[in-house]
């Protein structure tokens, strides 16, 4: 079975940083494309950041040039570096990967769209 982990939210104030951090374990051959999305009660989930396997990343403009983000691929890891916080970042945020991962029953490779559970970035005022 193939899953995402993530880690590193919580509370902060404006203008502060957080780092969050996501792992994929399971019968993984390959991560393609890692990324977060991000969520708030009653809007849609949305892109905030993707990293490809070979490290092209893509933002939202809202987090250009405050958000990095980066991948370990050894590690099966991407993580998010969210600096200068601001209260309109508050979210739900949900690490999402491709993976290619060896169904061992069927003795075929396939390719999944995997997301983590979610943790939670307030940003207070």
């Known amino acids: 079975q193939v899953q995402l982990v993530e880690s590193g939210g919580g509370l902060v104030q404006a203008g502060g940083s957080l780092r969050l951090s996501c792992v994929a374990s399971?019968?993984?051959?390959?991560?393609?494309?890692m990324g977060w999305y991000r969520q708030t009660p009653g809007k849609q989930r949305e892109l905030v950041a993707t990293?490809?396997?070979?490290?092209?990343?893509k933002y939202a403009e809202s987090v250009k040039g405050r958000f990095t983000i980066s991948r370990d691929n050894a590690k099966k890891m991407v993580y998010l570096q969210m600096n200068s916080l601001k209260p309109e970042d508050t979210a739900v945020y949900y690490c999402?990967?491709?993976?290619?991962?060896?169904?061992?029953?069927?003795?075929?490779?396939?390719?999944?769209?995997?997301w983590g559970q979610g943790t939670l970035v307030t940003v207070s005022s």
């Open positions: 999402n990967a491709e993976v290619v991962y060896y169904d061992s029953p069927a003795r075929l490779y396939r390719t999944l769209q995997v």
């Open positions: 399971g019968s993984i051959v390959r991560v393609n494309a």
């Open positions: 990293i490809t396997s070979g490290d092209i990343t």
